[in-house]
T-cell receptor, first 116, second 112 residues
Framework: NAGVMQNPRHLVRRRGQEARLRCSPM?????VYWYRQLPEEGLKFMVYLQKENIIDESGMPKERFSAEFPKEGPSILRIQQVVRGDSAAYFC??????????????FGPGTRLTVT | GENVGLHLPTLSVQEGDNSIINCAYSNSASDYFIWYKQESGKGPQFIIDIRSNMDKRQGQRVTVLLNKTVKHLSLQIAATQPGDSAVYFCAETSRGYNKLIFGAGTRLAVHP
């Protein structure tokens, strides 16, 4: 049973370019979460999505960042016009319907974004 | 609250000793807590969870203690092994809220 898949694992972008990060949840999971982690810090929540719906985007910067989880295909975190401060590890997590048995979220291996 | 800090605190232990990692959580309304282990270059890995209606839960070699009075969580690892070396994070959430709020993390270094 494959876990949460993220690609690419490493992404290098120059300032001003766009970054697209992909996440495929675990089989049977319909809820996806994106988190950002700076070096030597904990993860910070960005956005929570269900299929075709954004449920909570309270952690997303107001500009340049967007996320989607279409009916078909992976969830995408998109960062437009990247700046050096966007350099971080971006983790995706998935869960079944929260609260039925557990609130556990299963994490992917992350995408490490470097902006040069 | 949200984690801050430039450097993770480090707990150094000898192989075979017991380890205790502490965490202060932020929201008195949180009712579900998880400990995650994160190895270098990898995503967080679930270790153990506990609901707010419990004060202790045991797993294989791990025990989580919850003190709601002082909003404190601890993770105890018995007979620590070199493979336990990692960064450990506590996370909290509340029913129906869904997002996890992570603590600052503690680096565990196990010496042979």
């Amino acid at each position: 049973n494959a876990g949460v898949m993220q690609n690419p694992r490493h992404l290098v972008r120059r300032r001003g370019q766009e970054a697209r990060l992909r996440c495929s949840p675990m089989k049977g999971h319909s809820h996806v979460y994106w988190y950002r982690q700076l070096p030597e810090e904990g993860l910070k929540f960005m956005v929570y999505l269900q299929k075709e719906n954004i449920i909570d985007e309270s952690g997303m910067p107001k500009e340049r960042f967007s996320a989607e989880f279409p009916k078909e295909g992976p969830s995408i975190l998109r960062i437009q016009q990247v700046v050096r401060g966007d350099s971080a590890a971006y983790f995706c997590a998935s869960s079944p319907v929260p609260g039925q048995d557990t609130y556990e979220q299963y994490f992917g291996p992350g995408t490490r974004l470097t902006v040069t | 609250g949200e984690n801050v800090g430039l450097h993770l605190p480090t707990l150094s232990v000898q192989e075979g000793d017991n380890s205790i990692i502490n965490c202060a959580y932020s929201n008195s309304a949180s009712d579900y807590f998880i400990w995650y282990k994160q190895e270098s270059g990898k995503g967080p890995q679930f270790i153990i969870d506990i609901r707010s209606n419990m004060d202790k839960r045991q797993g294989q070699r791990v025990t989580v203690l919850l003190n709601k009075t002082v909003k404190h969580l601890s993770l105890q690892i018995a007979a620590t092994q070199p493979g336990d070396s990692a960064v450990y994070f506590c996370a909290e959430t509340s029913r129906g809220y869904n997002k996890l709020i992570f603590g600052a993390g503690t680096r565990l270094a196990v010496h042979p």
